[in-house]
C-alpha cells in the first residue's frame, strides 16, 4: 500500500503572455474566480511578471508563462486550478500558447521491501518497467553515488508516452536520505503542440481527472 502526502500540484501554459493582465480584479469580475476578497500576498505587476497568492491557490505570470499552484492538495481530483486555467484562457482567446504540463509532487511512504525490489529492477531488470506499465517502451535515467564496490541509487527518472494526446508523462523519484520507506516523487504531465492544435490542453483541463489517474496508475503500478 502507498501512501500519498501531496505538497503541492500546479499547471504551467508556455507562451505569450502580458503579466499586467493577472490582477486580483481581472481574476473575480472578469474571470468570477472564487476567492478571498483580497490576497495574502500581491506582488505588483512590473513588465516582466506578476504574482498572487492567496490561502491555497497562487497564480504567476511571466512574459513566456502562466502557472497556477495550489498547496497540499488532498484530492487533486476536485481542485479548481483546470477550470481557473480554462476560463484565464477562454478570457484572452488569443493569447499564443505552445505547451502545457501538469505536475504533482508528492511523499510517498512505501513498504521498504518494495522499495529494495525496485532498487533490484533498476540494476538489473529495467524492462520490468515495460512490464508492469504496459509500455512498448520507457526512456530510464538514473543517478548514482560510487564508492568503492558499492553504489547507491540517488534518483531515477522514468519517461513514457501518451500517444492519445500526443503527450508525455515525466516520473522523478528521489531517495530521502535517512527514511527507507518514503521518497520524494514530482510527476509531470506535458502535453505540447498547442501553437498547432490549442483543443489539445482539453487533455488537461478538461480531463484533469484522467490526468490524476495516469499519475496513481503509475505510482500504484510501480510501487503498489
Given at each position: 500500500m502507498?501512501?500519498?502526502?501531496?505538497?503541492?500540484?500546479?499547471?504551467?501554459?508556455?507562451?505569450?503572455f502580458n503579466p499586467a493582465i493577472l490582477a486580483h480584479e481581472f481574476l473575480v469580475k472578469q474571470c468570477s474566480f472564487a476567492l478571498p476578497k483580497e490576497p495574502k500576498t500581491n506582488t505588483p505587476p512590473v513588465p516582466v511578471f506578476s504574482s498572487l497568492e492567496y490561502d491555497k491557490i497562487s497564480f504567476f505570470a511571466d512574459l513566456g508563462r502562466l502557472q497556477i499552484t495550489e498547496k497540499g492538495c488532498e484530492d487533486p481530483k476536485s481542485s479548481l486550478i483546470p477550470?481557473?486555467?480554462?476560463?484565464y484562457l477562454k478570457k484572452l482567446p488569443y493569447t499564443p500558447v505552445t505547451m502545457c504540463g501538469a505536475n504533482f509532487r508528492n511523499e510517498l511512504t512505501i513498504k521498504k521491501s518494495k522499495l529494495e525490489n525496485i532498487g533490484e529492477?533498476?540494476?538489473n531488470s529495467r524492462s520490468m518497467f515495460c512490464e508492469i506499465l504496459q509500455c512498448p517502451a520507457?526512456?530510464?535515467?538514473?543517478t548514482l553515488t560510487v564508492e568503492?564496490?558499492?553504489e547507491k541509487i540517488n534518483s531515477w527518472i522514468l519517461r513514457t508516452k501518451v500517444?492519445?494526446?500526443n503527450a508525455s508523462?515525466?516520473?522523478?523519484v528521489s531517495v530521502i536520505i535517512g527514511c527507507d520507506d518514503k521518497v520524494k516523487v514530482d510527476f509531470n504531465y506535458e502535453v505540447g503542440n498547442l501553437d498547432r492544435d490549442?483543443?489539445?490542453?482539453?487533455?488537461?483541463t478538461d480531463d484533469y481527472a484522467k490526468v490524476v489517474d495516469l499519475f496513481r496508475y503509475q505510482i500504484e503500478r510501480i510501487f503498489g
Open positions: 502507498v501512501t500519498y502526502k501531496n505538497e503541492y500540484i500546479n499547471i504551467v501554459v508556455l507562451g505569450s477550470r481557473y486555467l480554462d476560463t529492477w533498476l540494476k520507457v526512456d530510464l535515467e538514473m568503492s564496490d558499492k500517444k492519445e494526446y508523462t515525466m516520473m522523478k490549442k483543443n489539445l490542453i482539453k487533455s488537461i
